[in-house]
């Protein structure tokens, strides 16, 4: 009887163990399905943008508005334009123009507050020839450096980064190896 009853304990105990086990397997399973799902677009999507501005003798108001998808948790891609009005007083008379293009970039992740960043982008600059007459041309930029991104709460987060122009095309504005330094805030919807 004692030879029954221990083979029934033993029985007992085996069957619990493996429910349980199947149990916490399938909740491992579930949720691994959960994570494979798609996030709905909208949740996948970026807003966000920066603001630039400089005053005194050279005036510089910059916005740059921006939209992007999350292809992956760590990989994300997208879109931005770019208006900015220039003034410089150094000259007599003074220097005004507006730049305006747009850009593709794309981002990756290396850790949640740090990623890499890469960017193609094209301006329109208002420019001098050697005779002094003006002309507006497109400039050529691809930028790569990195980041760093700050939750600030809810579905908003700054953004830090310092990107290089590995182009360095006669007409830009920026120095040989220069950096090119930004803050901004991103707000997802």
């Known amino acids: 009887m004692k030879k029954i009853l221990f083979v029934v304990s033993l029985l007992f105990l085996f069957s619990i163990t493996i429910f349980a ?4 397997v399938e909740q ?13 677009i909208g949740q996948r999507m970026y807003f966000g ?5 400089t005053f005194g003798t050279y005036t ?17 891609g ?7 009005y220039v003034k410089d007083n150094y000259y007599t008379p003074a220097y005004e123009s507006s730049n305006y293009g747009g850009s593709l970039f794309t981002r990756y992740r290396l850790m949640p507050s740090l990623y890499l960043h890469a960017e193609y ?8 020839s050697f005779n002094g007459e003006k002309y507006r041309d497109w400039v050529p930029f691809f930028y790569v450096g990195g980041g760093y ?10 953004n830090m980064q310092v ?12 120095r040989v190896w220069q950096p090119i330094m930004s803050v901004g805030v991103g707000v997802g919807f």
């Open 21 to 24: 086990r199947d149990t916490i």
């Open 28 to 40: 491992a399973e579930r949720k691994e399905k959960e994570k494979k799902q798609k996030q709905p």
């Open 49 to 53: 943008g920066s603001l630039g501005l």
């Open 60 to 76: 510089r108001i910059g916005l740059y508005p921006l939209a992007a998808y999350k292809f992956t948790p760590k990989l994300s």
């Open 78 to 84: 997208g879109v931005k334009v770019l208006y900015e």
């Open 121 to 128: 982008e094209a301006v329109n600059f208002e420019l001098y």
């Open 149 to 158: 991104s700050q939750n600030l709460g809810g579905n908003s987060w700054l």
């Open 163 to 174: 990107l290089f122009d590995v182009i360095q095309d006669p007409g830009s504005p920026y």
